[in-house]
């Protein structure tokens, strides 16, 4: 049904007012529809707005779609950084977050926060979300270093916040 909105979508050619009015008059499906589209009908940084209510939302589904190609592309590294513990926080794979190898790797704020986000977790004898640990390794490394397995960040189109294909 996703793939259908997203095709709708691009077959209207919608520009941003026109998906910003889809998006703020939408269900959550058209919403996430909106969010999928983006990389594919607004060049710019412009429906920057939508993907930042999408992560001020407790959605998953919409959660996992505003962290797609658009977001990797247009939100700066602090909103960036944000979006990566929205998803900890909500439980979204970080497998969800479009070019995540790459933005993360160097990012020592990232790995700051990510090493706070875990104490507090670990002091409240909670989990820690194995992603974390993996995503703080990438952070922690040198900027332009390569991993195999760390810069292969799959790109997911199911709606399972957790990545599981369905």
Same mark, same amino acid.
């Given at each position: ?10 077959? $209207? ?20 529809? /909106?969010?999928? @589209?983006? =990389?594919?009908?607004? =060049?710019?940084?412009?429906?920057? =707005?939508? /993907? ?24 700066? @590294? ?7 513990? !929205? ?17 993360? #790797? ?19 004898? #909670?989990? /820690? ?9 990438? @952070?922690?490394? =040198?900027?332009?270093? $390569? +991993?195999?397995? @760390? &810069?292969?960040?799959? &790109? ?7 990545? !599981?294909? +369905?």
């Amino acid at each position: 049904a996703d793939a259908v909105r997203v095709l709708i979508l691009h077959t $209207a050619r919608a520009d941003t007012e026109a998906l910003t009015r889809v998006y703020d008059q939408g269900t959550a499906d058209e919403r996430r529809a /909106v969010l999928h @589209a983006l =990389p594919h009908l607004v =060049p710019g940084p412009d429906a920057r =707005p939508l /993907v930042e209510d999408a992560l001020r939302t407790n959605d998953t589904r919409l959660v996992a779609a505003a962290v797609g190609p658009y977001c990797a592309r247009h939100l700066d @590294a602090h909103a960036w950084r944000h979006a990566v513990l !929205k998803c900890l926080f909500t439980g979204v794979a970080l497998d969800r977050v479009a070019d995540l190898a790459r933005r993360a #790797r160097g990012d020592g704020e990232l790995a700051r926060m990510l090493g706070d986000y875990a104490d507090e977790r670990a002091a409240a004898g #909670r989990p /820690v979300p194995e992603d974390l640990h993996r995503v703080r390794a990438l @952070a922690l490394a =040198p900027a332009g270093t $390569a +991993s195999a397995s @760390a &810069s292969a960040t799959p &790109s997911h189109t199911t709606d399972d916040p957790h990545g !599981k294909e +369905s």
